[in-house]
């Protein structure tokens, strides 16, 4: 190496330590501006929204209609090519003829085509739509009046030190989805990670969004399917993974791996299916629609997916059973005993699947 | 419908594809295009390629379906391309979008080489232009039909040349887009760099500038939100120009529209396409270059904008990071607030800003027009190789530094320059 190529070397790898440094630096101004309140996640979201509402399909609830007016608006063939010309030389009138002739035809081909695109844009609608509800008529079993069976999904809480644990240091911003009140956010905004939530309209997201938290109303599907790919950081799953159809699972969890930046962690915090039977009631349960899942069937679907590193994490028990102390004399037979029965009786109330994207 | 160009009456086609393998070395390699436009970043490639080519010794030509105006000169129609098989001559398509010419290439049997500018996912931009959207699904169901029918690939990036792997493309290598960094260097136009910087009129803000297409792939909707946040945040008067051409105009319409409706006319400048001396005084008074592209299979203007001064801040999409490497500031984030933050951390550290521009023009060096020639004929002598052809050492080939004249002759001998 020559000793041009040695400083250029140094002052190269000098430039990359101070750029990481620089980006180091506007991660850490981004949250902080973020967790401060001085710059309101409203602003970001309405920015969002208003340009929403200029493209051509508005949001994704009225793609449908707009694709057909945009079809509709298309299928008009105009016979009449705006010819307007400023050439008048004799000399170039036959070959003015054949370029005009050229250009005519492919203006009209022009119309032709962007018709067809437009019919089959629709197309393509009516069959995602058509195979959308395909599935969830195969699988839905409508539960019977009065016998609905609602599923709260679990409580976050005892996993948030998991939880901020795993996502620190992310690449890129955290999704909750369903954020209800607000919990994980503010657990993961208080250590530092930059997140933010969407949830379909509850009145505990609205006033979590009201003071002053990044909550978006929204739902999971779509909302994944909108984000850049590889653009999130990490996501957790929580809510509404216990009540959609086996379907729509499926489908989440590969929009989560499109969405999930390499080495995201996606985390799913579920209703343990026993726990959640025993609170329905046999009859609800039986009959409810959808009901969820085991968390070996959640670790399934990730690694089937190329998810690695999958773990289950169980949360507290179902029905608790208090231990005797520690002063009796048969303490140690008596607790294992308990402990037995407290097996039996129930197993963990809720879990935790994490996951890391390859 | 597809067969319609170069299939001649009462002159049948040459063999079909796949009968007729590479060998050795070819005397002539003619160049086929769809369009061909002087000013755009593939046509000034093509350009180059071609001149490349005939300093090393072959015989080159440039086919193209539509020739603009400018360039009548310098291509020739592809209904003029002999119907027969052109012997020991081998084809270079530039592949970017659907065109019936690939039908052309898989009836022909020269042996082919795709070169490929990748082709813009179909998904950004349907909404907006349903006609495109059908072109660029057809660009990429044309990549399995190339890839069986090529038997080299040269691709723009590592980005691209990864989806030419996915696509079955089996011999491929990167060969960056060829330009003359000194194209840049124009003079500048002082009537327009006055309107922006020094004139009566001119803004006391900070001048954000992006130079692309205006198209919804482009996102430059995106770098509206940023600058709203940016003059919310640090400078009310800062103002963003985007330069280029509008695709369409669905997606201008509405971006003016949305524009309007932040109250930010006066701050964002939509300014078409402009001749080369209003760019140089665009970049000239800059302060900062911003890119929130969702995809790019390459980007020149982040070179262009390296090279001049300009200091950059982009997004990471599809083929930027591997673009900037280490000449400006690269974003993993994509919210318009960690554009915003990033843009005031550069401009607003003298030491950060000069040596981000000092970064950025030795990055845009490497991409000096003799780097890439070499590149160009040592992705060639691959070819060769692959073809079953006497190679050389590729570093015997074209290491003729920053933009000196390549030997003519330097890949074989017996072929005639033009």
Known sequence: ?358 | MTRAVGSQAGAPLAAPAGLAAPSGRPGRIDQVVPSFAGRDAIGVHVLHVRDTLRAAGYASDIWAMDVLPDMRRQARPLTELPTRTMPATWLLFHHSIGTPVVDLLCDRAEPLIVDYHNVTPAALVDRWEPALHAELVLGRDQLAPLAARAFFALADSAYNEQELRASGFRHTDVVPPLFALESFEVDVDEHVLERLRDGPRARQGTHWLFVGRLAPHKAPHELVKALACYRRLYDPEAVLHLVGNPLGTTYPRALARYVQRLGLADAVEITGSIGAGELAAYYRAADVFVCASAHEGFCVPVVEAMHLGVPVVAQAAAAVPETVDGGGVVLDDRSPLALAVAVHRVLGDEDVRRRLIRAGRHRAASFALGRSRARLLAALERAVTVAGGAARPAASVGEDGDGAPLPAGTLGDGRAGR
């Open chain 1, 1 to 358: 190496m020559t000793a041009d190529e040695a400083t250029n070397d140094a002052e190269d790898r000098e430039t990359r330590a101070l750029l990481d440094r620089v980006r180091r630096e506007i991660e850490d101004e981004v949250r902080a501006r973020r967790a401060a309140g001085d710059f309101p996640p409203s602003f970001e979201r309405k920015l969002d929204e208003l340009f929403a509402r200029f493209t051509p399909t508005g949001s994704a609830d009225d793609q449908f209609t707009e694709a057909l007016k945009l079809a509709d608006r298309s299928a008009y063939f105009d016979i009449k090519a705006p010819i307007g010309s400023r050439r008048t030389a004799k000399g170039a009138a036959r070959y003015v003829l054949w370029q005009a002739e050229a250009w005519f035809f492919n203006y009209v081909v022009t119309q032709l085509n962007h018709f067809s695109a437009s019919v089959m844009r629709v197309l393509h609608l009516l069959d995602e739509r058509l195979s959308e509800l395909e599935g969830q008529l195969a699988l839905a079993v409508p539960p019977t009046a009065g016998e609905e069976v609602l599923t709260p999904g679990a409580d976050v809480a005892p996993f948030l030190e998991l939880l901020t644990g795993r996502l620190h240091g992310a690449r890129g911003r955290v999704l909750h989805a369903e954020c209800g009140d607000g919990t994980v956010l503010r657990a993961l905004g208080a250590a530092g990670i930059d997140a933010y939530g969407i949830d379909p309209g509850t009145v505990e997201a609205d006033a979590a969004a009201a003071a002053g938290l990044d909550v978006r109303r929204d739902e999971v599907l779509g909302h994944l399917g909108a984000v850049a790919t590889e653009s999130l950081g990490g996501l957790v799953l929580s809510g509404c993974i216990d009540r959609m159809a086996r379907a729509e699972r499926r489908r989440l969890v590969q929009a989560a791996e499109l969405a999930l930046a390499p080495g995201g962690t996606i985390a799913v915090v579920g209703v343990a299916p026993a726990a959640w039977a025993a609170a329905a009631g046999e009859v609800a349960a039986d009959l409810a629609a959808d009901r969820p899942f085991h968390a070996a069937t959640w670790a399934h679907l990730l690694g089937a997916t190329g998810f690695v590193a999958v773990e289950v994490v169980d949360g507290p028990r179902a029905v608790p059973v208090g231990r005797v102390g520690p002063d009796h004399p048969d303490a140690a037979v008596l607790n294992a005993a308990l402990e037995r029965l407290e097996a039996l009786a129930g197993g963990p109330a809720s879990y935790a699947v994490l996951a890391t994207k390859r």
